[in-house]
């Protein structure tokens, strides 16, 4: 996770997704992972991608706050950049607990 953080920084995104792709064969129900991934796709402009990955993380993560929020968060951002900006705002108000 820390090597594609540091890869993902450095803008190597196909290199930083090999490296999630790798965990997450190892760990497919850890939602950070989706959402890692999820940030690595909205890096590279596929913001739907993106908001599928944190759609996965935010059903994963119902009994991690702190995951969902992140999950919901990164959808958030996805559907804004899309110009989605009700929905985004939808998304962030979930992301900070407002069901």
Known sequence: MNQAQIQLQSKNYPVAASSIER???????????????G?????????????NMGRKAASMSVNAPKA????????????RARGKNS?????????QGVR
């Open 23 to 37: 965990a997450l064969r190892i760990e497919p129900d850890n939602p950070l992972l989706w959402i890692e991934l």
């Open 39 to 51: 940030k690595v796709r909205q890096a590279e402009g596929n913001y739907v991608q993106a908001e």
């Open 68 to 79: 969902y929020s992140s999950a919901w968060t990164l959808i958030a951002e996805s559907l």
């Open 87 to 95: 929905e985004a705002q939808e998304a962030l108000l979930r992301a």
